[in-house]
């Protein structure tokens, strides 16, 4: 790609300048194609997201909307992005989580470097998106990361005890709906170092987690 047209879709991603978007798309109509080509690359599509840009963002999301499904070169896709960054620059990082799962509702499966959206709810202790994410994906509690970890290990592990009840919430409430099998294989799952939830919690001395399977 010419160097100047990257800077440009770069800096219009930065932004929020739709209009420099198009601009570029004048310049080379085969621009965001070209980019889709690679296969572990920054979209601008991952930069908007990030930075928390909702305009750019859904504009781009409805010209190409392979790219929120693209890892970047670190194992994210932009929406894995914006829920890391929730909050960091502006609160539209939230707004973006929200409008891509309304436009492609299968990002919540798809996985990236710390696993899928739940993962990453339960990690930054983010309940609201942690129920959203439940209900529109219900077998995501069933999902692991590479080390073999549930949502509620993520939780446990970073001290987000209020995810981990929400969690642990809708396994029960779920069982009771003739899933109790669910709700065992994930409260005995084991992570790669062969601890479930209640190990990691005793190797910690956390009795509040122990609390939550009276």
Same mark, same amino acid.
């Given at each position: 790609?010419?160097? +100047? ?7 219009? =991603? ?9 601009? #570029?798309?004048? $310049? ?7 980019? $889709?080509?690679?296969?572990?690359? $920054? ?8 930075? /928390?840009?909702? *305009? &750019? ?11 929120? *499904?693209?890892?970047?070169?670190? @194992? ?23 409008? &891509? ?6 990002? #919540? +499966?798809?996985?990236?470097?710390? @696993?899928?959206?739940?993962?990453? =709810?339960?990690?930054? /202790?983010?309940?609201? &998106?942690?129920? +959203? ?10 999902? *692991?990361? =590479?080390?073999?970890?549930? =949502? ?14 929400? *969690? ?22 084991? $992570?790669?170092? @062969? ?20």
């Amino acid at each position: 790609m010419n160097p +100047k047209i990257s800077d440009k879709l770069k800096i219009a =991603a930065e932004t929020d300048d739709v209009d420099l978007l198009y601009a #570029v798309i004048q $310049d080379d109509p085969d621009v965001l194609e070209n980019i $889709d080509k690679q296969q572990f690359v $920054d979209t601008p599509l991952h930069i908007a997201a990030y930075r /928390g840009n909702l *305009l &750019f963002a859904t504009e781009v999301m409805n010209l190409k909307p392979s790219f929120a *499904l693209k890892l970047n070169p670190q @194992g994210f896709n932009p929406i894995h992005l914006a829920m890391k960054n929730l909050r960091r620059f502006n609160n539209e990082q939230e707004d973006i989580v929200h409008r &891509f799962v309304e436009i492609h509702k299968d990002l #919540v +499966k798809i996985k990236g470097r710390e @696993g899928t959206l739940l993962h990453l =709810a339960a990690q930054t /202790g983010e309940v609201e &998106f942690l129920a +959203k994410f439940l209900i529109d994906c219900p077998e995501s509690i069933e999902y *692991l990361t =590479a080390r073999w970890e549930t =949502a509620l290990h993520i939780a446990v592990k970073n001290e987000q005890y209020v995810a981990l009840e929400v *969690l642990v919430i809708w396994l029960k409430r779920n069982a009771q709906r003739g899933a109790g099998k669910v709700e065992n294989k994930i409260l005995n799952q084991k $992570d790669k170092e @062969g601890n479930t939830i209640l190990h990691l919690a005793a190797l910690n001395s956390k009795p509040q987690v122990t609390s939550l399977y009276d």
